[in-house]
């Protein structure tokens, strides 16, 4: 019982690592003006990790609100 359990977490939190990568390289693909849109909308609550790849994201780019 524990095995399975064990691979059914380690399966879940492979989906769930994929699914955060695909979120961050959607933000690394946006454009200039859609990031900087995305950070303006997330600029209330810049705790969320969301708020925290676009802001990192505009950085890299060098670009600001």
Known sequence: ?????????AEQNAGLMKRLTQ????II???N???LDLADIF?????????QYAFA???R?????
Do not use: H
């Open 1 to 9: 019982m524990l095995k399975i359990r064990m691979k059914r977490e």
């Open 23 to 26: 979120i961050e390289m959607s």
């Open 29 to 31: 693909e946006l454009g």
């Open 33 to 35: 003006e859609d990031l």
């Open 43 to 51: 600029r209330g609550k810049p705790e969320t990790a969301i708020a």
């Open 57 to 59: 994201e505009m950085a």
């Open 61 to 65: 780019r060098k670009i600001s609100l």
